[in-house]
C-alpha cells in the first residue's frame, strides 16, 4: 500500500470525476489521496461535497477524503487526473502542469493542442513523445496528457485495426447514453421516449479527433490521418453506453474475414504489458445479429472494451458495421487511467 | 353520407388496421363499413375482436361492426385497405385484386413487384400507370397499389424535393419508434434504456424501395433512380416517430439556400388538389439547432408531413441533415389513405 | 373578438406557462394579450424570451408578444392567471391583488391562505365565497383564488362524489409524471429506467389540500373535512398524467354499483353551466381491468377529465381504486382556466 | 470441485431460468449439472436452446451443457431449482418430488399448499419442519419447498423485523420492474413512458403469501400472520427492481429509532451460519431523503439485500416507508438458491 502512487481527481464531485473515484477504488498501483473541486466543496468531507449520482452510495474509499480547491500546492499528487468541466479546465490544468503535475486529463481543452498528446494507449503510445516538445515549448515541468472524447473513443477503437487497409472516408452516425452530458445534464423532459438529434460540439470533436489518434508521429509532430470523417450525433434514452453506426471505404478493400481477424486479433501495448485497467481483448467480435447493446453489453469486460457487430457490405462505401463503448469508463475515466498506467509503465511518470 | 365511398380493412384488428380504423374517422370521402381479420376474430363486433392498442378506447364508428374473415365478397367493399401481416398478404391480397377489388396496400409484400405502384402521391403520381399493365398482365379486374416501408417514406420525402440536383449517394442511419413493430412487437426487456441495432429486413427495404419510388416512369415500366442508397436501422425507445440522419452527394451540388428552398417550396398533386389527407406543406423544415424530434413534432400535421432540419455540410458528400416522419401515419395507415384519395380524384378508383 | 376578455399570464415562459398560452389558445372567452416574465425576459418577444418546450414550436397567437416584467400596470389585463415559480409567487401576486387584479393561480404559495379560495369548480364554488373576507382582510380591491396540486386535483375529483358516503380514511400511493417538475426539473440520470419515491413537499400538500377542498364554506369560513389523509409520491419515468392508488374507508359503506354509479353520474356547476373547459363527465369510470394509463388516457376529453378504474374490495379499508389525471392541465393551467370561467360565469370578475 | 453437489434447473430457457444459471456460477456449494426446458429445447445444447436475454451473453459454464426434458431420471440431479412457468409447474414439480427429488422452487403452483414451505430462510427457517408432514401426506421420498413472489420478498422482508411491535394493518403500492414479466413478457408499446396500474394475481399473492411467510408453525401446520394486507401491484418502466410504498399500524406502536434499530439490527440464520448467498445484513436502511431507487441501488449487496428508505409517520396508520428489493434475485433464483444454502447447511438435503 505504501508504494501505491499518490494520485489526486480535480473536479471530482462531478459525474466524471464521480467515475474516477469509483474506478480508481481498489487500483493496484494508484491510490487516491486528494479530491480537488470549485471553491463551494473546498473544506467539506467528500460525502458532503458530492451528492452522489452513480450506482450505490459515495464509496468509503473516498467519503472522509476532504476536498480542496483545484489549485497547485505540495499537497496535491504529482499525478492528477483531470475530471473539469470545459469552462473551467483550460486554466486550471495549464496551472497544475507548469507546477510540475501530470495532468492526465479527460477535458477537450487541449486535445487539439499540437504538443498534447491525444492518447489511447492501444493505438498511439509513440505520441507520447510529444511531452518532451510540449515542456520545451512551455517551459513546463510537468505536463498534460489527454484521452478523446467519449464517441470519439468507440470510433477509434474500431478504425484502428483496420488502419492496415488504408481508410479512406468514414460515415458515422452515433446514438449517445445521458450519462454523455454529466449531472443534471440532460433534462427528463427533452429525452424520456425521444431523441435529441444534436450534441453542441459533438459532431466536429470526433471528425477532427479521429484524424489526430489515427494519426502518425513524425518529426515531433502528429499527422494527421488524411481520411475523411463525417459524424452525425444524437442522444437516445439511454444510460451508459454510445452505439456508433459506421460505414468505411478503404484504399484496399480487404475481406470480411479479414476485417473480423483484424478486429479479434489486435493487440496494444496495454494487453502486451498487462496494464491493470486493460481489457485482454480491446476489442470484442459479436456474431449474434442484433449486437451490442448498450444496456447488455456495455457493462461487460469492466465497461474497458469495444464491442462491434453485424459487419456486412456497405451499397456506397465498403462496409458498414455496428461499435459500442462505455461513454464514462472508455469513453471518459477509464481512458484516463489506463493514460497513467501506460505512462507509468513506460517511464513518463518520472519525468 | 350516402354519397360517401365504402371502404373496409384488411387486417383490421392489428396495429396498423386499428391506425386505419382511427384515421378514417370522419374521413370527408370514406366511410368504413366493412372490417377484416383473421378466423378467430370474424364473426365478433369490432370492439371483441380487437383488443384497441391505441390511445382511449375502440372508436365509436367502428365498435360496432362485425369482423369478417378476409375473403372476397359481395358484402365487402371495391375498395379495401391492407394492414395485413405480411405472412397473409401475398395470396389474400392478390385474391381481393382477381376478384375486383382495389386493394390499397401497406404491406410490404407486392411493393417490389414490376407492376406495382410503389405511390407517394407527392412524388410519382405516374406510376400509377403500371396498373392497366399490372390488370392486363395478371387478368385482374381490380388492381394493388401500395405505399412504402414506414422508413422509406421519410428518406424519400426529403429526397424527392432534391431529386433535381442529382442525387448520386445516400447514407441513411434510422432510429425507429417501437410502434414500427406492431403489437406486441418489441420486448420491453429488449428496448427499455436501450438501442436495437438492428431490424429484420428493414436495410434492403430501405435501399432498395428509395430506388422505385425516385425512379422514371417509361416504357410501360418504372426505371429505378441510379442513386447508390446505403442504410442502417435501429430501434429506440420511442413510441411514435423513425427519426433519419441522411448524408447526400450530389451531381450538380447545390447551396444550403437552394436546398431549404427546395424543401420549402416543394408542393405535389395533393398540395395542388387539395386532397383531404394532404398536408399543406409536406415537408418542413426547422430552424431550430436540435430539432425535429419525435416527442415533440411527430404529430403536428395530422403526422402527415416530414421534418427537416441541422443541414450542414458533410466532410465526406454534400450534405447532411436530419428527418423525421410519422411512421404509422405517414409511413402506414395515413399514407395509404392519401394513395386512395388521389387514386379517387385522379380516376383511378373507377377503372 | 373584441368582446372577449383581455388576460394575461404572470410567469409566462415557464413550463406552466407555456402550458397556458397553449391551452389559452383559440379561448372563446378570454384573449391572451399579456405575458408577464422574469426581467431577463421583459422587453424580448415571446418567441425569443420563452424556449418552447411542448409539442411542436410557439403558437401562433403568442409568438410576437412582447414580454413584460411581472409588475402591475395599466397596461396588465384585470384577470392575469399565474404560473410563478414558488420562490417569487407569494410578493408579485399579492401585488397584483392589491393594485386591483383578479389573480387566478396556479402557484402553491396561497392556496392554504385561510382567506383564498381553493378551487375545484365541480366540488366547491361555494369557497368563491371566501373573497369578500379576503378582499375585505387584506384592503385589496383585486383578489387570488387558486387551484389544487397536480396531485392532489386527480384524488380530490375522484373523492368528491362519494363525500355523500362519508370518507372516513384515505390512503394513496402517486405515480407522478416528469412534466409536473417543471424544466429542466427532474434529470434524466435521475429518473431514467427509475423511480424516484420522493418529491418535495408534495405528499403534505396531497394531505392538507384535500382536506381544505373538501371542506365545507360555514360561518364565513371553510372548515376542513375531517377525514384523515396519507400520501406517498413518487416521480415515475412517464411524460404526463399522474397515476394514484387510492383506498378508502367510508363511515357508511356503499356498494361497488353504488361508487360507479356515483362517478359516472357526478355533475358540478361547471357542466350544468356548459364552461367551454368543462369536460362533459368530470370523471369516467373504465371498465377495462388494466386502465386508466397515463400514456393512452391522459390526452382524452382534453385533459380536463379524471380518469377511474379498477374498483375492487379493499381487505384493510373498504375499497381501493385506480385514477389518473393530465398534470399540466386539469392539474395545472387548465384548471386555473376553468376556475376563471366559472368565476366569470358567476359574476366574480365584475367585483 | 468434486465435493460439490450437483443442481439442475427445471424451466432453464426462460427468464428466471437464465437468472439462475447466471446466479450458480461459481457457486461454492452447488455445481450446475443439468438443465431441463421444454421438449422443443430437450436435446439441443443450452448456447442454442436458450435465446440469452439477461446482460451480455450465454456464460461459459453452461454454454455447452445439453439441455433435457422436465422429467425426472436417473441422469437429474437429486437438488432441482424450478424456473418453470405456472402453466406447467404442478404437475412436472410433483413428478420430480414423488420421484425423490428435492425441488426448490419459484413457480407460485404449491406455494399455497398447507404442506409445503413458503421460506424466506432469514424469518422462518422452522417452516422446513412441514416437510415430513408433507412427504407423509404425499407419500413422497422427495420434497418441495418454495419461495416468494418476487414483491411479496420485499415486502416481508420490511416486515419481519418489526413483528415483534404486532403488525395489525398493512397497506402496500408496488411499482414493479419489467422483468418480472418474464419474456417475451410486457410489450414495449404498453410500457414505454407508461404506468401499467395492474399485474394479473400478484395483489392476491402478496395479502396472502404475506400472511404464511409471517406466520407461526404450530401443531404441524402454518398459522398465517392474522394482519390485514392490501396490495396494489402497478407495472413501470423499470428494468429491475421492485419498489414499494408501505404503510403499516402496529399493536405497539414503536419509536422511529426502534423501528429504524430493527431493521438494521435484523439478522437471520443466513447471517448467522454465513451462507453463502446471505447479505451480511438482509435489510439496509438508507438515510438519504430520496433513495432507495432501483436502478442506483438493486445491484447493490448482490441483489440479496432489501432496502428500505423514507420512514416517517403515516396519517392514517402508524408509520409509511418505501422498501426495494431486486425480483429476479432475491425475489425469485437468489431466493431460492438462499433456500437450498439453507436446506442443505440444516440437513435438509439428506433426508
Known amino acids: 500500500m505504501s508504494e501505491k502512487i499518490r494520485v489526486g481527481v480535480l473536479g471530482a464531485t462531478g459525474m466524471v470525476g464521480q467515475k474516477f473515484v469509483s474506478f480508481l477504488r481498489d487500483h493496484p498501483w494508484f491510490d487516491l489521496t486528494w479530491l480537488g473541486a470549485s471553491d463551494r466543496s473546498a473544506g467539506k468531507p467528500y460525502r458532503e461535497a458530492a451528492s452522489w449520482r452513480l450506482g450505490g452510495v459515495t464509496p468509503p474509499h473516498a467519503r472522509d477524503l476532504m476536498v480542496h480547491e483545484c489549485k497547485p500546492s505540495d499537497d496535491a499528487p504529482r499525478l492528477v487526473f483531470s475530471a473539469m468541466d470545459a469552462s473551467v479546465a483550460t486554466e486550471i490544468e495549464r496551472a497544475f502542469a507548469q507546477a510540475g503535475h501530470i495532468v492526465v486529463s479527460n477535458s477537450r481543452n487541449h486535445r487539439m493542442d499540437d504538443d498534447v498528446p491525444l492518447l489511447v494507449p492501444e493505438i498511439n503510445a509513440d505520441h507520447l513523445r510529444l511531452i518532451p516538445e510540449q515542456q520545451k515549448k512551455r517551459g513546463w515541468k510537468g505536463q498534460i496528457v489527454t484521452n478523446p472524447n467519449c464517441s470519439t473513443i468507440v470510433l477509434v477503437m474500431a478504425l484502428a485495426p483496420l488502419k492496415q487497409f488504408g481508410i479512406r472516408r468514414v460515415m458515422v452516425t452515433t446514438m449517445q447514453a445521458i450519462s454523455g452530458a454529466g449531472y443534471p445534464g440532460v433534462a427528463s423532459m427533452d429525452i424520456n421516449a425521444n431523441v435529441i438529434p444534436f450534441i453542441g460540439g459533438e459532431e466536429d470533436k470526433m471528425e477532427r479527433e479521429t484524424q489526430k489518434i489515427l494519426g502518425d508521429f513524425l518529426n515531433h509532430r502528429v499527422e494527421p490521418l488524411a481520411a475523411r470523417v463525417s459524424a452525425q450525433c444524437n442522444r437516445v434514452p439511454v444510460v451508459d453506453g454510445h452505439t456508433l453506426c459506421v460505414s468505411v471505404e478503404f484504399e484496399n478493400k480487404p475481406s470480411e474475414s479479414e476485417i473480423i481477424g483484424a ?18 481483448c480491446p476489442v470484442i467480435y459479436m456474431e449474434e445479429p442484433d449486437r451490442p447493446q448498450p444496456r447488455r453489453d456495455v457493462e461487460r469486460e469492466n465497461g474497458m472494451a469495444v464491442f462491434i457487430g453485424r459487419l456486412r457490405p456497405c451499397p456506397v462505401f465498403d462496409y458498414k458495421f455496428v461499435a459500442l463503448g462505455h461513454n464514462t469508463v472508455r469513453g471518459a475515466a477509464g481512458a484516463a487511467v489506463l493514460n497513467a498506467e501506460l505512462m507509468h509503465s513506460e517511464g513518463w511518470l518520472a519525468r
Not at 478486429?263 to 485482454?280: D, E, F, I, N, V
Open 263 to 280: 478486429l479479434r486479433g489486435w493487440q496494444g501495448l496495454p494487453q502486451r504489458k498487462g496494464l491493470p485497467s486493460a481489457p485482454p
